[in-house]
């Protein structure tokens, strides 16, 4: 009995060995075919997602700075928008176009080396990938036009936030796109209805500035909690009263959760639509 299971724990290692590699290989060629992909349609597309958050921060900074006010919490409003953008926009790549990923890659599902799981998890890397260039080039956009620069107080807070953001950006991404193959009006509808996020996420203002009642609305919202952990370990402001990078790290927990369920209960209808 003892030789049979020594014999069986290195055949074991070996199929897990083998079995992870292949996962590799099937979901790095998903990412260059992705990339192929953003490429062939225009390269426009992936100037866009790059420029963004710059676009983005640069409009609604422009509000501000005509109203007269070119400072939140002693932090330019330029570099105070523009952080705000860079966590919102991680968690909106979980609404679009993530989510899409199954029935863009529709025809790969008929190889029974790529699952669905594969082909969400190969655009979620390509997204976050190219969210974080368009991120580090928004900091240094703002340093070399205006002389503009985070002081990173905490920088291990701001790897935590974006840590968060990236998990609540899957966690959101995953039963929306089990559900949204099998009824794509439920993506469209989703992202409608996400619209006024960008104004419930405080990245035009700050907490602080809200009566209570309003500030205890919004901080149900987990971006919020969020976006002023990466703004306090970036610029030092202050946190709002109630404020926890624990809220959205568990809600993202228990919606990854969620979406795995709803996963493992549809991967074989998923591969049949």
């Given amino acids: 009995m003892t030789v049979s299971t020594d014999k069986q724990i290195p055949s074991v290692w070996t199929e897990v060995k083998t079995g992870f590699f292949r996962l590799k290989s099937v979901i790095w060629a998903l990412v260059f075919k992705e990339f192929k992909?953003?490429?062939?349609?225009?390269?426009?597309g992936i100037v866009w997602v790059l420029v963004e958050p710059v676009v983005s921060m640069l409009v609604m900074s422009t509000i501000w700075l005509i109203i007269g006010r070119e400072k939140i919490e002693n932090?330019?409003?330029?570099?105070?928008?523009?952080?705000?953008f860079v966590i919102f926009l991680t968690v909106r790549r979980g609404i679009a176009p993530i989510p899409q990923a199954i029935i863009a890659n529709g025809a790969l599902l008929n190889y029974p080396q790529v699952k669905p799981f594969d082909t969400i998890l190969a655009r979620y890397i390509l997204e976050m990938w190219l969210h974080s260039i368009a991120s580090c080039w928004l900091f240094l956009s703002l340093w070399w036009l205006a002389g503009i620069v985070p002081t990173f107080p905490d920088p291990m807070l701001c790897i935590q936030a974006m840590a968060v953001a990236m998990l609540l950006s899957l966690a959101i991404a995953l039963p929306l796109a089990v559900y949204g193959t099998f009824h794509e009006g439920i993506t469209k509808m989703v992202g409608i209805l996400s619209q006024p996020l960008m104004i419930l996420s405080a990245i035009l203002y700050s907490m602080n500035d809200l009566p209570t009642k309003a500030r205890y609305i919004l901080s149900?919202?987990?971006?919020?909690h969020i976006i002023e952990s990466f703004r306090h370990g970036a610029f030092g402001t202050k946190l709002f009263v109630g404020h926890s990078l624990l809220y959205p790290a568990y809600v993202g927990l228990v919606l990854l959760g969620f979406g795995f369920v709803a996963y493992h209960a549809n991967r074989f209808k998923l591969i049949q639509k």
């Fill in 37 to 44: 992909v953003r490429l062939g349609t225009g390269r426009m």
């Fill in 220 to 224: 149900w919202n987990p971006i919020v």
């Fill in 75 to 84: 932090t330019h409003v330029m570099l105070y928008i523009g952080a705000g």
